[in-house]
């Protein structure tokens, strides 16, 4: 009997799903949740408009405008200052808040933010039940974590401490922070938290296909997940995974890439329309082979008209 997946969220992936990438996305998959990328909280409570810049959807009651719903995710060490800014986010619109603990950039954890705090379970719990007393029981917490920093030492540490603040979800990345995202992802430790512990427990991590989302679910011992970099390289694979529907064709694929060339072109970072192109082409390459062909003619382009005269040309390879 194939196991079934009942809840498929879209990853908080910085630099690359953001509110237009999240509106593509959801109106192709059937996602339970998206996470939006991280809003950074040091010592002060974060403009309204840094919130909206980065969750414009909140503009719409918190929902794509295909009625996924949006949750914002909060990154940074000061529990008090994150517990402000978790009121403001729900304020604003976000349905619930997701506290970031797996952020890998050097950047983040130089100033103590994302991974890092692996090392300090004490200071996990601490942010995560300071916020879950200030936004109330009625508003889920949930919270990102990877294994560990450099080992798996303290994983199961790092898990109670999430589970005895009460947070409502827990996504764990099945790596540590020291593998990155280098293969392969380390399942079986978030099916020793499922065992271990009554949270609802989010896998994440090598989600490629439908056949690795069954894998995961068998080890992780859960039928949720968190799908990342995987769904760049099958831009449906939720609904593959959720609807066993079959992956989209070439013909398809470049109608969705027409989409996101408008969209973008559209919008506030159309400068940066030719770099978010050839990004996206190095993950769908691995499905699709007329991509690489695509990215081989475009690479050195950065007029935007001509990148589309391209595509229009690459449609029937």
Request: a neutral charge; hydrophobic letters at 40%; proline letters at 4%.
């Amino acid at each position: 009997m194939t196991i079934q997946a009942d809840q498929l969220i879209l990853a908080p992936m910085e630099g690359v799903v953001d509110a237009l990438m999240r509106d593509l996305l959801t109106s192709i998959n059937q996602f339970d949740l998206c996470i939006t990328e991280f809003v950074r909280v040091v010592d002060s409570l974060v403009p309204k408009h840094v919130f909206y810049k980065t969750c414009p959807e909140l503009h719409q009651n918190g929902y794509t405008r295909s009625g996924t719903p949006i949750r914002v995710q909060l990154l940074g060490q000061e529990p008090d200052w994150l517990a402000e800014n978790a009121i403001r986010a729900m304020e604003l619109g976000s349905h619930g808040i997701d506290l970031n603990f797996g952020c890998p950039a050097k950047a983040v954890n130089k100033s103590r933010g994302g991974a890092v705090l692996l090392k300090s379970p004490e200071q996990i719990h601490q942010i995560i039940a300071t916020v879950k007393q200030a936004v109330g029981e009625q508003v889920q917490v949930s919270a990102k974590i990877r294994l560990g920093f450099e080992d798996t030492s303290l994983f199961k540490e790092i898990v109670s401490a999430v589970t005895s603040a009460r947070a409502d979800l827990l996504t764990v990345h099945a790596r540590t922070k020291l593998q990155g995202y280098k293969p392969p992802a380390y399942w079986h430790f978030i099916g020793e938290a499922c065992e271990a512990h009554n949270i609802d427990i989010i896998a994440n991590g090598e989600i490629w296909s439908q056949a690795d989302a069954i894998e995961c679910m068998k080890q992780a011992k859960t039928n949720k997940l968190m799908l990342g970099r995987g769904l760049l390289a099958r831009p449906n694979l939720a609904n593959v995974i959720k609807l066993n529907e079959q992956p989209m064709t070439w013909p398809q694929l470049c109608d969705l890439l027409h989409r996101y060339s408008d969209l973008e072109l559209q919008g506030e970072k159309s400068f940066y329309y030719s770099s978010r192109m050839k990004q996206w082409l190095r993950y769908l390459k691995l499905n699709y082979p007329q991509a690489n062909a695509f990215f081989e003619q475009i690479k050195t382009m950065k007029c935007k008209i001509a990148i589309t005269e391209v595509l229009d040309k690459i449609r029937d390879y």
